[in-house]
Nanobody, 126 residues
């Protein structure tokens, strides 16, 4: 069982940066892939970025356009999403999710994530 808690969200202006953290409990966290998703009001949840269990491979949605970086520190059971150049359209609740399958490549489909955090709000003003 893995429990996830996101933090680091807030209200920022366009062009600012934020770093989201996803802190996990559970001994298996370091062996599974983690993804970041977001959901804006009135829109469906969408994939943002993912990182494999080892932290040496990652994948990003096209709209990221090089502005975000996902990383992890397995010694701290934490995954990060560093966001630069934030835009108003990045406004959403951001969720981290962990896979239940160990030692796999980067996981992308939401259906393959077994554990989800409660989310952290990111609001970007123009």
């Amino acid at each position: 069982q893995v429990q996830l808690v996101e933090s680091g969200g807030g209200l920022v202006q366009a062009g600012d940066s934020l770093r989201l953290s996803c802190a996990a409990s559970g001994r298996t966290f370091g062996s599974v892939g983690v993804g970041w998703f977001r959901q804006a009001p009135g829109k469906e949840r969408e994939f943002v970025a993912g990182i494999n269990w080892k932290g040496d491979n990652s994948y990003y949605a096209s709209f990221v356009e090089g502005r975000f970086t996902v990383s992890r520190d397995n010694a701290k059971n934490t995954v990060y999403l560093q966001m630069y150049g934030l835009k108003p359209e990045d406004t959403a609740v951001y969720y981290c999710a962990a896979s239940s399958r160990p030692y796999t490549a980067v996981v992308v489909p939401a259906t393959q994530f077994a554990y989800w955090g409660q989310g952290t709000q990111v609001t970007v003003s123009a």
